[in-house]
C-alpha cells in the first residue's frame, strides 16, 4: 500500500498503481460522526476540487464529501449502497467511498502528509 495523504476535512487518499486515487474518511471521521446508516456515491463525472461529490447519514449527522482534486471519478464503492457500516468497520480499506483520476498527479504533494494529519488531529483534540 502506498503512503496516504490527507485533507484537513479529514479526508484520505492513497494512489494507485494504475495512476487512480482512492478516497475514504479517516478513522477520526468515522469516530466523530457515529454509525454511518446511508452513503450517497458521486456520479462517474468530472468534478472540480471542493466539489460536493458524495454525502454520508449518520446516526449523529449527515456530511458532505468533497472532491478532494481535480479529477475524473472513475470507479465507486457499490458495496456502501448495502453495506454502509462499512465505513465504520474498515475506514481505510473495505469503506472506501470512490476512485478518481487526478488532473495533476503533483496536486497530491500538495495534501498533508501522516506527521501533519497526526498534527491537525491533536490540535483539534
Not at 501522516?114 to 483539534?124: E, G, M, P, S
Amino acid at each position: 500500500m502506498s503512503e496516504l495523504r490527507f485533507t484537513p476535512e479529514h479526508e484520505w487518499l492513497r494512489a494507485e498503481a494504475d495512476g487512480s486515487v482512492t478516497v475514504g474518511i479517516t478513522p477520526f471521521a468515522q469516530n466523530a460522526l457515529g454509525d454511518v446508516v446511508f452513503v450517497q456515491l458521486p456520479e462517474l463525472l468530472p468534478y472540480q476540487r471542493d466539489a460536493e461529490v458524495s454525502v454520508l447519514e449518520s446516526v449523529k449527522a449527515a456530511s458532505s464529501i468533497n472532491m478532494p482534486l481535480d479529477g475524473e471519478v472513475v470507479e465507486v464503492n457499490a458495496q456502501l449502497n448495502e453495506s454502509p457500516e462499512l465505513v465504520n468497520e474498515d475506514a481505510l480499506g473495505a469503506g472506501w467511498f470512490f476512485r478518481f483520476t487526478p488532473a495533476d498527479h503533483k496536486q497530491l504533494d500538495t495534501l498533508l502528509d501522516q506527521q501533519a494529519y497526526d498534527n491537525l488531529i491533536a490540535a483539534q483534540g
